[in-house]
């Protein structure tokens, strides 16, 4: 898809070269440690699972860490950086990546746990909704969400770059338009751990405690 296509100048901005250059800088063995810790925490109050999808995957790093902690699980993903989907395939096999925008992605199935970490925040508020609903959609039991959280929406500078950073309760919201999805657990993992380091990301895990009804 070339930059003109995209609806929101947001998803141009990460399926260009600064979504290239974000894949060496999110890469290694410390962040393969750290998401093992950090999923260790975020899924124990979940039941035997045996599918995922995970919204914005990049290259696979949380996918990695959950195919160990997850033997046989099966994994999906969607990607909009073409550098980064074809690394994602050499984790999960290409024909499960869906090298897309998420407000493209209309899942045909739902998945054991779905997955959203670091991507919401950059996310045009205006399509926030169409995220929203792809997600609950996309689940059959559970929704992880793992993001910058502030009770009011605000956005942020980012790497010198302004409206590409967006903080607010987003479980929050998506248990308000959605309220069959009841929280399950949360979190927070704070950049400062001398073992564990995380990006300040506070986690929610939610629950469908019912079948969703017709499309939104």
């Not at 909009?80 to 074809?86: T, V």
């Not at 869906?98 to 407000?103: D, F, G």
């Not at 500078?157 to 248990?175: N, P, Q, T, V």
């Not at 073992?195 to 895990?205: A, E, M, V």
Request: glycine share 6%.
């Amino acid at each position: 898809m070339k930059k003109d296509q995209y609806v929101t100048e947001q998803e141009a901005f990460w399926a260009g070269e600064f979504g290239n250059e974000y894949i060496n800088r999110n890469q290694g063995d410390q962040l393969l440690a750290s998401n093992l810790q950090f999923f260790s925490k975020a899924l124990a109050q979940t039941a035997r699972c045996d599918s995922c999808i995970e919204f914005g995957a990049n290259i696979g790093m949380n996918i990695r860490a959950l195919k160990l902690l997850h033997p046989g699980m099966q994994f999906n993903a969607i990607e909009i950086n073409a550098q980064a989907a074809e690394e994602l395939g050499k984790v999960i096999g290409p024909e499960n990546v869906h090298c897309q925008s998420i407000t493209d992605f209309s899942p045909t199935q739902q998945w054991d746990i779905t997955l959203i970490k670091g991507v919401l925040i950059h996310i045009n508020p205006e399509v926030l909704g169409q995220v929203y609903d792809r997600l609950v959609k996309s689940t059959r039991r559970y929704l992880l969400v793992c993001e910058y959280y502030n009770p009011a929406p605000v956005a942020i500078a980012y790497r010198g770059h302004s409206d590409r950073l967006f903080k607010r309760d987003f479980a929050g919201e998506i248990m308000e338009r959605y309220p069959e999805m009841k929280l399950v657990d949360y979190g927070f993992a704070y950049r400062r751990d001398p073992k564990f380091p995380q990006d300040d990301i506070t986690w929610f895990l939610m629950e469908k405690t019912v079948e969703d009804g017709a499309d939104r």
